[in-house]
Structure formats: C-alpha cells, structure tokens
C-alpha cells in the first residue's frame, strides 16, 4: 500500500491543479463581462470570445467547447476541453443570470428585470464558489501542506487503518469475537446499521 501521506499529497495537488483552471475560467471571464460586456445582452459571441480570452492559441481552441445552456429558468456558459476538464469528461459550469421569464428583478425598472444584462458584481456574486471561495480552498490546501498537519492527518488514517486490521482478525469467522463483529464494527463508526 501506497504511503497515506503520498496519496493525500497527490489528492491535493490533483484538487489545486483543477481548481486554479476553475479559477482561470471564472477570472478570464470575470475580466471579459468588465472590458465587453457589461450591460449587454448575452450572446454566443460570449462563448467565442470567452474561448479565445482562455485558449489564445488556436489549436487549442479548436480542443475547447463552450456554450449557453438554458435550464430551469438559468443561464450558464459551460465549457469543457482545457486544463483537467479535457479529459476528464467533466464540464465547467459558470452562472450568469436567471431566465427572463422567471427573474423578478427589484422591480426598479423594466431594465432591472431583463435577464442577460451582465455586470461584474452579479457574476462575482452568483460564481463565488470558483472565484473568492476557490481561493480560499488553495490556501486552505497550501496551509495544509506547509504547517504539519498533514503529517498528524496521515497518522490518524494509518492508525485507523491498523485499528481497522486488528478488529477484523480478532472478529474473523470462526473465532469468537465473531458473534459480537456487526455491534463492535457498529461502535467504531465502520457501519452504520
């Protein structure tokens, strides 16, 4: 079996490798609603620019999908083909506003109830989870890394395991410790009816 420490550290690197793309998408776009497209109305032209902003080189345009998808009364640009989303067959997911018939709007004016009227605020506010928070998760991880405590996480798991180990040969069948094995893996949280 693979180190415990090696196989944390390899999850972390995995997780902040996928989620600074998540960032670059979210920011690259971020950065296209503010020099383009504030106040407009959302187009497939987005889509387009949005690919050339995030893949400048052609080649690897033509690898990248992105598109507007209109679901329960939302709007999202969704994208899949760089970084980790290339091929993992997962799909990047960006929120841009509800659908004009559902969105209520403050009730100012008309204008403030038209969906796709873009605005930095709104697109920071609605895609937290990739922007501010994703953030917080990669120094989150790089704390993890670098204070230490990564090595008492690896000895609680290797301790767990061990203890795991000893419970099943001492609760094996055939043994007596088996009538007692669903009630003792119960108490240490192994099963859960």
């Known amino acids: 079996m693979k180190n415990i420490k090696k196989q944390i550290q390899e999850k972390i690197g995995e997780d902040m490798e996928r989620e600074q793309y998540a960032i670059a998408a979210a920011e690259a776009l971020r950065d296209l609603i503010a020099e383009k497209w504030v106040g407009k109305k959302v187009n497939k032209r987005l889509c387009d620019q949005f690919k050339a902003k995030l893949a400048p080189e052609p080649a690897m345009q033509e690898k990248m999908v992105a598109w507007l998808n209109y679901i329960g009364g939302m709007c999202n640009l969704e994208t899949w083909g760089f970084g980790p989303y290339s091929t993992s067959g997962k799909r990047l997911c960006l929120f841009l506003g509800y659908n004009e018939s559902n969105f209520r709007g403050n009730g100012e004016d008309d204008k403030s109830r038209s969906f796709n009227l873009l605005t930095v605020a709104g697109f920071e506010e609605n895609n937290v989870c990739h922007l501010r928070a994703a953030k917080e998760r990669q120094e ?54």
């Open 140 to 193: 989150a991880r790089k704390t993890l890394l670098e204070n230490g405590t990564l090595d008492k996480i690896s000895e609680a798991v290797e301790n767990i395991a061990a203890a795991k180990d000893r419970l099943k040969n001492l609760t094996e069948f055939g043994k007596p410790g088996h009538e007692v094995v669903y009630f003792a893996e119960r108490l240490a949280g192994i099963r859960d009816n």
